[in-house]
């Protein structure tokens, strides 16, 4: 029967591990000045190699060798590789989590090896145990018999209750880099006579994410159909999954407004079998992830990924402004939550992408901000006053045209919208993110010696205010004269129209000797 590429190639001497020196040197040097620990919690992601270290150190403790222990070649290390050895005991906490389970296990500590020097436990997933089994192992594990070791295996050590990690010496296992990963898999492919590409191997190490076992698994798929020579082409088909390049990529696509190229992405995601509502889920993660990596220089036990994953995530995220990522994910969340209860799910992401890689979220907060401006003329109206108007610059002294008459006062004339558009598309080239402060933003008017600027909110209002220099540059290019910025908050002329209002009542009631109430 075949067997999988990561229990074939499973290590058995320290030496044989990836990524994980700093352990095996403690471990290698406590069995040599005969120092082990009576618990040890072995904690990590999942394909690190904690079980294959606990087994390892069991032979390490068990091997008759006078040389360097383990020597993977003795009886005791043969028949503990092979499961048959007596004296190392596995048990798997998901499945036997109870209280009667540990009490049995306490009741077997007492017997004294039969074969080796040590009786070992392997406690695998030890997190799953219940409360009352964690309080009925706490006295064993504090002061086990003197030939009897405990070595825990977690991925969720946060779940163990404190009384038990204060009871082992605890040692962390970190996600192995990828150099090390396609390192060890070259040397696998060498000795099965296949041929991998460098590219498609650093792509199996990318999409593991520092987990060895999911690497051999992925490499296992590949090689799985026969042919001898593996290209990096070969392993995106097999893959059919959606790994972090995917939302890198898709993501700067959408960034540099590019539809069609999303678009395609993603039909191509989709054809692989990725579920849509699914892929959902993992892209908003990705825009956490780019928010975490603006704030937090070493994430990555923070994002759960490897060191590789996160520098090309905080060198997309060292490329975006905060209101990109925002935008990001406000509009992917809004997705979420209308396909929740849609049989059409994936006409609404790609509505998402297009609004996303267009502007499309722009152009609907003006329309926002326009229905406001209506909806609050239609009140002045109802109530008898008259809606607070914008400060108008004064008309600028300019020559016009040949035959008009000189020193007229003129005032220029500008569309708004075509030249708040064009200013950024000119802003784009030079910074690919930058465009989207129009998300939050309209140009409200185009003075002689200012120009006026409607935020959405303070956040956005303050983003404008920190590229102040760069936004009058602009318009000082595609206008020919200088002006002063003038950003104000949505809804503050509103505010004024009531204060107007209010004094005006109150003047009224005070010369007509009546209470007039606003509404």
Known sequence: ????????????????????????????????????????LFCGTRGTGKTTTARILAKGVNCTSEGERPCGVCANCRSIKEGT?????????????????????????????AVG??????????HMLSTGAFNALLKTLEEPPENVMFILATTEPQKLPATILSRCMRLDFKRVPEEILAEGM??????????????????????????????????????????????????????????????LELTEKVLLRQPSEALLLLEQIL??????????????????????????????????????????????????????????????????????????????????????????????????????????SVQAAQTGTQMREAPKAPAAEIRGPEGDE?????????????????IFEEAEASRGSFNLIRSGTILTAVGDDFFSVTASNAAVADYVESNRRTLEDLMEKHTGKRRALQCSLEGSAKNENRIDTEKIARTAGQKLGLNIEIE
């Not at 001497?13 to 040890?40: M, R």
């Not at 020097?117 to 406690?123: A, C, F, G, H, P």
């Not at 020579?229 to 995917?246: C, N, S, Y």
């Not at 000189?406 to 558009?421: E, I, N, T, V, Y």
Request: proline share 3%.
């Open 271 to 376: 054809a692989d079998g990725k579920d849509v509502r699914q892929f959902m889920k993992d892209w908003l993660a990705h825009y956490r992830n780019l928010l975490i990596t603006k704030f937090i220089k070493k994430p990555e036990d923070m994002l759960n990924l490897s060191p590789e994953n996160v520098e090309r995530i905080r060198r997309q995220s060292d490329s975006l402004d905060l209101a990109d990522i925002n935008h990001g994910i406000i509009e992917i969340s809004r997705t979420m939550a209308e396909a929740k209860w849609s049989t059409q799910p994936r006409i609404l992401l790609e509505l998402c992408i297009v609004k996303m890689a267009t502007g499309l979220i722009d152009s609907g907060i003006q329309q926002q901000v326009a229905t406001q401006v209506r909806r609050e």
């Open 406 to 422: 000189p020193g007229k006062p003129q005032r220029d004339s500008f569309d708004c919208d075509a030249l708040w558009h064009a």
């Open 1 to 40: 029967m075949y067997t999988a590429l990561y229990r074939a190639y499973r290590p058995e001497v320290f030496d044989e591990i990836l990524g994980q020196n700093h352990i095996t040197k403690i471990l290698k040097n406590q069995l040599a000045t005969d120092s082990v620990s009576h618990a040890y």
């Open 186 to 247: 070259a040397k696998i492919c060498e000795q099965k006579g296949i041929e991998v590409s460098r590219g498609a191997l650093r792509l199996i190490a990318a999409n593991a994410d520092g987990s060895v076992r999911d690497g051999l698994s992925i490499l296992d798929q590949c090689i799985s159909g026969g042919q001898k020579h593996v290209e990096r082409e070969d392993v995106l088909e097999f893959l059919g999954t959606a790994g972090e390049e995917v939302f």
């Open 117 to 126: 020097r040590k009786k070992v436990y392997i406690v695998d997933e030890v």
């Open 85 to 113: 050895f007596m004296d190392v005991i596995e048990i798997d906490a998901a499945s036997n989590n109870g209280v009667e389970n540990i009490r049995e296990l306490r009741e077997s500590v007492k017997y004294p090896p």
